[in-house]
């Protein structure tokens, strides 16, 4: 049976090819797509730039959208410079920044270094901090020497529990697997997992407060309320996005809320679900 999510991901990335550019010695992944204001898109660890295909197709009109794949080398801090260059290679002066997980990480400590650079603050999905993580699986494996059939199984074997319990998200679980299976090549999937294990501390937000987003999902497995609830004391937004339900990838399980959310919060015509009013709005 065709997976339609896979079928779709498929098209796009064959219509937008990543480009590829080395940066402060790491080679990265880019799409750049449409004119506008820019949107820097920062994938999790189990996601390529094109894994936010939804919503970069429903904005390239309004928008320029620059959506990245991570190296095969660096950190945390290397790559918040590396985005940087990359911004100056295109041209473009401020962005707004979002990262889901992962890149919610990185996108807060680009803000935290580049606030000037920084149009608007997306903290999506993501943590508040690295502190302790290595003890947790699998960041407490040897991350370098344990086998890649391993590491893989991991994730199989948290994707798989999600599927039994959210049927409904099967097709985004198969998408997801192949993203584990090998679109990810190992190093880079070793790299991601490394950048979070031995992640610096984020510096001091000091960006105004007006420009400062969370986004968070209610039913998300993998940043339990409490850190979620810490995400937002760090962060201190002007607007606390809550999706009731979409897991930990409400970007790709629910695309017109996450697409008119972004259009609500980069003030453009909001062409999908109302978000409505206040600090705190939840769909």
Known sequence: MTNP??????AFAAANPEQRITLNGNEWGYIDAGEGPALVLIPGTLGRGDIFWQQIEALRGRLRIVAVTYPQTGGVAEWSDDLAAL???LGIARASVLG??????LAQFFAATYPERTELLFAANTLHSATGLSERPPYSSDLDAAPIEELRAGFGRGLGVWAETHPDQGDLVELLMQEVGGRIPEPELRMRLKALKFAPELPLLELP???RITVEGGDDPLIPEEM????RALVQPSVAYRYAWGGHFPYAVRPAEYTAMLEQALGLDVTGPDWGTGGEREL
């Open 209 to 211: 407060a007006d420009r």
């Open 100 to 105: 889901s997980s992962l890149g919610g990480y």
């Open 87 to 89: 911004m100056d290679h």
């Open 5 to 10: 999510l896979i079928s779709a991901r498929d």
């Open 228 to 231: 979620r609830a810490a995400v």
